[in-house]
């Protein structure tokens, strides 16, 4: 299934039903008086998160409306309320309204349910609008109209590792080698055309999830390249990984593979840029790579991964690293929530 992360849909909520106009008409009850029975409610348009993974379901059908409550009838019997119709989104959807650009719903938990479009009011029968001088009266509320709405739905992937760089820099081969994920992987620029998840089986607590964000270029966030649209998937990743291919490095400027994707991430969005990172230099089984490294590694000053991914030399070192790392975030997370204060 093709990748899809944005969508754009028209939900209308049902409309209430119309309220009963109706008098009691029995033998021996001359003067019944009005039993005309209330209208149900239309149904809400709810969006529910679910494990999706994509937006695709949203290509065959974009308009969606929820059903009309029912009319009111004698003998003081209610309509039928309209059911609800949900909407499986995954998570990490953000809704906002296609006409003014207001975002109205960030969906990020798993089984969350948020009432997008709210169905009108059912009308009142006939009876209570009955009083003292006025005993027969012969109208009723007719019913609400639900809410409609223009939506546009993006998604940004939740993961909790996040592999960035410049194309063809072994990405793809990286997730690949630490995860069940099978990407395309071929020896030309953006073979990875969307974004890709991997599971990653840690031994030092729960399993992770690592993506695969397509190369990005200089320009990218102004739509250069695969353009900025991957680049929000980013956002939300609580770890970076900047695959850097130490074959290809510059002798005159080692570091232009790693400030170009820099520069990019700080143009989008500075708070990227403070995520915490691994860098990795890649391709370690071909022989201009050691140089490419050690030019690097000496400019750089900080601590960095030297490995194959398609090879698979070092991988798995790097995977106990990734785990390690992920593990130590759980852990102050979770501090971090046990030192909240409550309220009281």
Known sequence: MRFIDEAKLFVRAGDGGSGCVSFRREK???????????AGKGGDVVLTVTSRRTLAHFRGKTRFEAERGGNGAGNQRSGKNGADLAIEVPPGTLVKDADTGELIADLVTPGLSFVVARG??????????????HRTPRFAQPGEPGEEKNLLLELKLLADV???GLPNAGKSSLIAAISAAKPAIAAYPFTTLVPNLGVVESPYGEPFVAAD????????HTGQGLGDRFLRHIERTRLLVHVIDAAAIPENDPLAPYRVVRNELLAYNPALSEKPEIVVL????????????RAFVNQFGRETVFLSALGRAGTHDFMLLLSRRIAAMDREDKKSRENEPTEE
């Open 28 to 38: 021996f009850v001359p003067r019944g008086g009005p039993d005309g029975g209330d």
């Open 120 to 133: 009108g009011r059912g009308g009142k029968g006939n009876k209570h609008f009955a009083t003292a001088t």
């Open 162 to 164: 996040g592999l960035i």
């Open 213 to 220: 964000i397509p190369g990005l270029i200089e320009g990218a």
């Open 282 to 293: 890649n391709k370690s089984d071909i022989p201009e790579a050691e140089a490419g490294y």
